[in-house]
């Protein structure tokens, strides 16, 4: 959840693929 951070000032596309990876 932490990597929410770090996907908010990036794009929701971007921010999609994070969030697979840091799961």
């Not at 959840?1 to 799961?23: C, H, Q, S, Y």
């Amino acid at each position: 959840m932490a990597g929410k951070l770090f996907l908010v000032p990036t794009p929701i596309g971007n921010l999609e693929d994070i969030t697979l990876r840091a799961i």
